[in-house]
């Protein structure tokens, strides 16, 4: 139990254009998924956190306008990375908490992103 | 602003042997304390989940440890193989915002040469 995907898993696209990465939920339903991006060799930084039908809440230094993030149901949430550059080339991770347990985390495979 | 720190950063060992990762954080205010494994270019796993009422968690050849009052966690793994290398990630929930959020130390790399 407790699975979360990523669609894709990876992919390349060309600076200036936008790319959206998907987070599902498979077998329960989240109240809160959160997204993280981390660089090669360093530790996962969280992004923004979202609930379900509200703003997502983004941290310090990170571009909202940038990210954008969507939690449309209780079980899919997507980050869109609009205007792409090659310094946004990053593993984007997502992870989803369960209505049931409040506050732990289930991760998702993540997303490669290369923009060239 | 709570930081998490593990030592050591890498670490390469002889299959078989017992060996300690650390974990250290510098606000004890956590509400709980986890470990995961990353493998190159994967998402994570999930080893052990310590609540911070807890003392420490088991998981086969798995042990961690928390002692909140000073900051530190240990992860300890017992007759290591080389299937265990990968990366160690420690993280500590925080509530902040409104929010249960993770914050994770660099991690710590491990390779089990045979």
């Known amino acids: 139990g407790a699975v979360v995907s990523q669609h894709p898993s990876w992919v390349i696209c060309k600076s200036g254009t936008s790319v959206k990465i998907e987070c599902r939920s498979l077998d329960f339903q989240a109240t809160t998924m959160f997204w993280y991006r981390q660089f090669p060799k360093q530790s996962l930084m969280l992004m923004a956190t979202s609930n379900e039908g509200s703003k997502a809440t983004y941290e310090q230094g990170v571009e909202k306008d940038k990210f954008l993030i969507n939690h449309a149901s209780l079980t899919l949430s997507t980050l869109t990375v609009t205007s792409a550059h090659p310094e946004d080339s990053s593993f984007y991770i997502c992870?989803?908490?369960?209505?049931?347990?409040?506050?732990?985390?289930?991760f998702g495979p993540g997303t490669r992103l290369t923009v060239t | 602003k709570q930081e998490v720190t593990q030592i050591p950063a890498a670490l390469s060992v002889p299959e078989g042997e017992n060996l300690v990762l650390n974990c250290s954080f510098t606000d004890s205010a956590i509400y709980n304390l986890q470990w995961f494994r990353q493998d190159p270019g994967k998402g994570l796993t999930s080893l052990l989940l310590?609540?911070?009422?807890?003392r420490e968690q088991t998981s086969g050849r798995l042990n961690a440890s928390l002692d909140k009052s000073s900051g530190r966690s240990t992860l300890y793994i017992a007759a290591s193989q080389p299937g265990d290398s990968a990366t160690y990630l420690c993280a500590v929930y925080m509530f902040s915002g409104g929010y249960n959020k993770l914050i994770f130390g660099a991690g710590t790399r491990l390779a089990v040469h045979p």
């Open positions: 992870s989803a908490s369960p209505i049931t347990s409040g506050y732990e985390q289930y």
């Open positions: 310590i609540q911070s009422s807890q």
